[in-house]
């Protein structure tokens, strides 16, 4: 099949709550150099994710992060598909916990605490005591990258969901991956980093450190790198 005919049939197969973001998400990928056919197909899985009431967005955004990696076509592809599984699984984990109708932005901070190694009644514990559907999704991207750097799940957990419920400003929540990530740096275990976390429930002064001292650098959290299935290395490991 030609790519030309390719593209018929995903504009056929777009459902109409796509059809207005499509070109949108097509040209965001032609910007970042994502060839023809790569588009295509992450366009017919991101319409697939939207007609089962995913968002599409961070497929797009996993395709054009594994590009910039230079991580071959086929794993990209592979990344994307694999994504818009964990997405619905992360919806359906929501509802099972109380929440009939959570916003894409919390499914995908879902999705990516559940890559994390987060299970279904912690989610709903970070969403619960959430003040918002935005917090909820900073406090899942925060646990989740609290377990990155070896904190056990239900610690990183609890540490959140306690920051979150003493009133902790946003600012100090974002603050928790940088904060373990240099007391890690000076040679402190995980579990003795969650033990000090817990205790201070909060950003850099609440954690033992000055205030400025292992700043939150640009992008952290949320998450991190795109997902790529077993066998293909990130570059520089």
Same mark, same amino acid.
């Given at each position: 099949?030609?790519?030309?005919?390719?593209?018929?049939?995903?504009?056929?197969?777009?459902? !109409?709550?796509?059809?207005?973001?499509? !070109?949108?998400?097509?040209? /965001?990928? +032609?910007?970042?150099?994502?060839?023809?056919?790569?588009?295509? /197909?992450?366009?017919?899985?991101?319409? $697939?994710?939207?007609?089962?009431?995913?968002?599409? $967005?961070?497929?797009?955004?996993?395709?054009?992060?594994?590009?910039?990696?230079?991580?071959?076509? $086929?794993?990209?592809?592979?990344?994307?598909?694999?994504?818009?599984? +964990?997405?619905? $699984?992360?919806?359906?984990?929501?509802?099972?916990?109380?929440?009939?109708? !959570?916003? &894409?932005?919390?499914?995908? #901070?879902?999705?990516?605490?559940? &890559? +994390?190694?987060?299970?279904?009644?912690?989610?709903?514990?970070?969403?619960? #005591?959430?003040? =918002?559907?935005?917090?909820?999704?900073?406090?899942?991207?925060?646990?989740?990258?609290?377990?990155? /750097?070896?904190?056990?799940?239900?610690?990183?957990?609890?540490?959140?969901?306690?920051?979150?419920?003493?009133?902790?400003?946003?600012?100090?929540?974002?603050?928790?991956? =940088?904060?373990?990530?240099?007391? +890690?740096?000076?040679?402190?275990? !995980?579990? *003795?980093?969650?033990?000090?976390?817990?205790? &201070?429930?909060?950003?850099?002064? &609440?954690?033992?450190? =000055?205030?400025?001292?292992?700043?939150?650098?640009?992008?952290?959290?949320?998450?991190?790198?795109?997902?790529?299935?077993?066998? *293909?290395?990130?570059?520089?490991?």
């Amino acid at each position: 099949m030609t790519i030309r005919r390719s593209w018929l049939l995903v504009l056929l197969l777009i459902p !109409p709550a796509l059809a207005g973001q499509q !070109p949108d998400l097509q040209e /965001q990928m +032609r910007t970042r150099g994502l060839p023809d056919e790569l588009v295509a /197909q992450v366009t017919t899985v991101a319409a $697939d994710a939207t007609a089962q009431g995913l968002p599409a $967005d961070p497929l797009v955004q996993k395709a054009i992060e594994g590009w910039a990696k230079r991580v071959p076509p $086929d794993r990209i592809l592979a990344a994307v598909r694999q994504f818009r599984l +964990r997405l619905h $699984d992360a919806r359906e984990a929501l509802m099972g916990t109380g929440h009939p109708d !959570p916003l &894409g932005p919390v499914v995908t #901070a879902a999705a990516e605490a559940m &890559g +994390r190694g987060l299970e279904r009644h912690q989610l709903g514990s970070v969403v619960d #005591a959430a003040p =918002s559907p935005v917090a909820a999704g900073r406090g899942l991207r925060v646990a989740a990258a609290l377990t990155a /750097q070896g904190i056990r799940a239900d610690e990183a957990v609890a540490i959140v969901v306690r920051a979150m419920r003493q009133g902790q400003p946003d600012a100090q929540l974002l603050d928790l991956p =940088s904060v373990a990530n240099a007391m +890690r740096a000076r040679g402190m275990p !995980p579990g *003795q980093i969650g033990q000090r976390l817990m205790r &201070g429930a909060g950003g850099a002064a &609440g954690a033992g450190m =000055s205030p400025g001292q292992g700043g939150r650098p640009p992008g952290v959290p949320p998450g991190g790198p795109p997902d790529i299935p077993p066998g *293909q290395k990130k570059k520089g490991s």
